[in-house]
């Protein structure tokens, strides 16, 4: 298969990056690159849908990821895990000796070691460029469900219909469920058990850089976790605290200890975001030297800086993106700058997981969450047609139209986009300029 074939499969197929903001995968195919790197470093705590998915399907995923490499004439192909997910890695040793340039790259258990610019630097020793992309250094990242998905497309012609998620914290039954697209936070949580405490909040795609949303919220193509807490944890006092609140509170007690800074992950690699400066310059309203201020748009908002660096329990990445969304509305963007020497003391200053989450408040909840691999039924689905980086796809059905499981409901747009499909069989109810909904009647073929 050539590289015009695998980006068409891709774009009609609806494969985005299955996580994060979900970049168009054929849009990644790029023939500079030397390297491919699979990344089951399952960067966020608790979430254990990728480790889970690679272990049941090895061959297809390694299959799919050997395909990518040979497409793109790259000379190797990496699959980034951590060493503790031994049941995994045992899959995988029985699996990758068949694949030519395929080979295993262990992690350490810290975050946040599935960050493309740290997960590259780990297996690679490149350094990608502040503001840049891995392709600049000759790198792809993929993401294991992603290839997965590359694999149901290539194998089975099944294009994105559903999203492995992880329901898990304070549900009777902790699992990872296949969801079909569109349907609820609430109907996840309900097939977990239910919530076991009164006003549950959901915390959707992680602890560290997931947001709250309510339960009426659909599932995405990257909808990768909810976990569900109690409205008085210190995650969701954190999450919820007021912008103001925050400032006043890092202009009393911000004593400038750098710690923020000393174990900012993108720091340590020699790119220009230094926390503790901006927490001076934007509590002081110290405009003395702009690029404090601009440098904002080279943070990754891992949240290290606030939910583990900070002993005063200051908001550094909170704060940040505050200023990095203002600059973008104002078409800011990062400046062109090469990275610094790698700061020398980085092997000491990572972040292990296990602490990171003792430090959360998260420890109890680090429970098997057994994986359920047949897509579950909901009665309704409600699936935005802007699911991914780029443009919003654009819909082909109308209301009253009997659709299938499968079928295109959503033709790529112009530029970046992709198709999106029907993730049950039904009738449309309604599509708007943001959503198409579905009432489920069954297989209507």
Do not use: W
Not at 96 to 114: F, K
Not at 243 to 264: F, Y
Not at 325 to 336: E, M, Y
């Amino acid at each position: 298969m050539d590289m015009k074939e695998l980006a068409a499969l891709l774009r009609q197929s609806g494969v985005v990056g299955a996580g994060g903001a979900g970049f168009p995968t054929y849009a990644k195919l790029d023939a500079r690159a030397q390297t491919v790197i699979l990344n089951c470093a399952e960067c966020e705590p608790l979430l254990k849908l990728h480790r889970q998915l690679l272990e049941r399907h090895a061959d297809e995923i390694v299959a799919a990821f050997h395909l990518i490499k040979e497409t793109l004439g790259a000379k190797e192909a990496i699959i980034g895990i951590k060493k503790e997910y031994k049941k995994t890695i045992a899959a995988l040793e029985g699996v990758v000796p068949r694949y030519e340039g395929v080979r295993l790259g262990p992690l350490d258990e810290v975050y946040p070691a599935g960050d493309e610019v740290v997960l590259i630097y780990e297996l690679t020793g490149k350094v990608v460029r502040p503001g840049g992309l891995p392709i600049e250094c000759g790198v792809c990242v993929f993401n294991v469900e992603t290839c997965y998905n590359l694999a149901r497309a290539l194998n089975r012609h099944e294009p994105v219909v559903d999203k492995l998620v992880s329901v898990v914290a304070e549900v009777n039954h902790p699992v990872t469920l296949r969801m079909p697209i569109g349907a609820t936070m609430e109907d996840a949580v309900r097939l977990a058990g239910g919530a076991k405490i009164k006003d549950p909040v959901y915390f959707v795609g992680g602890v560290m850089m997931g947001k709250i949303l309510p339960p009426t919220a659909p599932i995405t193509k990257t909808t990768n976790a909810i976990i569900v807490l109690p409205k008085n944890h210190y995650l969701v006092e954190r999450k919820r605290a007021r912008t103001d609140t925050m400032l006043k509170r890092a202009a009393a007690s911000c004593c400038q200890c750098t710690m923020c800074t000393d174990l900012c992950p993108r720091y340590l690699l020699g790119h220009p975001i230094q926390p503790h400066q901006f927490m001076r310059a934007a509590t002081c309203k110290d405009v003395q030297d702009p690029d404090i201020f601009v440098n904002t748009l080279f943070c990754s908002s891992c949240g290290l800086c606030e939910l583990y660096s900070c002993f005063q329990g200051l908001s550094p990445r909170s704060l940040i993106t505050e200023y990095k969304n203002g600059l973008r509305a104002a078409g800011v963007k990062p400046p062109k700058v090469e990275a610094a020497p790698v700061e020398a003391a980085r092997k000491l200053r990572k972040a292990p997981v296990k602490r990171l989450m003792a430090r959360l408040g998260i420890s109890e909840y680090d429970v098997p969450a057994p994986l359920q691999d047949d897509c579950v039924s909901v009665k309704t689905v409600r699936i935005l047609l802007r699911q991914h980086i780029g443009a919003p796809a654009v819909a082909c059905v109308k209301a009253g139209d009997v659709v299938r499981r499968g079928q295109c409901i959503a033709q790529p747009a112009e530029g970046l986009s992709v198709a999106i499909h029907a993730s049950v069989s039904g009738r449309v109810r309604e599509v708007t300029a943001s959503e198409i909904v579905i009432d489920a009647t069954g297989d209507t073929e």
